[in-house]
């Protein structure tokens, strides 16, 4: 997560923390299958919602990399929100 991210979750943590909600963000690495890592720390820690970053990428870019967006709603025990990167949500 670069500074600019960061500085984004943080922003949306403490709206949401304003509104009397108990969030915690958690970065999970896992370099053989990020969506693997994701939903072992679910698992673990029975979190309540899931949210990821997705680059939106597609046709021979998603073939060939996969989502791991996807990945991780079809194998998460708990509701996932998948965020597009803001320059794909704006139509860019």
Same mark, same amino acid.
């Given at each position: 997560?670069?500074?600019?991210?960061?500085?984004?979750?943080? /922003?949306?943590?403490e709206?949401w =923390?304003? $509104?009397?909600?108990? #969030?915690?963000?958690?970065? @999970?690495?896992?370099?053989? *299958? !990020?969506?693997?890592?994701?939903?072992?720390?679910?698992?673990?820690?029975?979190?309540?919602?899931v949210?990821v970053?997705?680059? /939106?990428?597609?046709?021979?870019? =998603?073939? $060939?990399?996969?989502? #791991?967006a996807?990945?991780? @709603?079809?194998?998460s025990? *708990? !509701?996932?929100?998948?965020?597009?990167?803001?320059?794909?949500?704006?139509?860019?």
């Amino acid at each position: 997560m670069n500074t600019e991210q960061a500085v984004r979750v943080d /922003a949306a943590v403490e709206l949401w =923390r304003l $509104a009397g909600h108990d #969030v915690q963000t958690v970065p @999970v690495f896992d370099p053989v *299958s !990020p969506a693997d890592g994701v939903r072992s720390y679910v698992e673990d820690h029975r979190a309540s919602l899931v949210v990821v970053g997705s680059h /939106a990428r597609l046709g021979i870019k =998603r073939i $060939a990399s996969g989502s #791991v967006a996807a990945a991780i @709603v079809h194998g998460s025990p *708990s !509701p996932v929100l998948v965020v597009p990167r803001p320059e794909v949500s704006r139509g860019r």
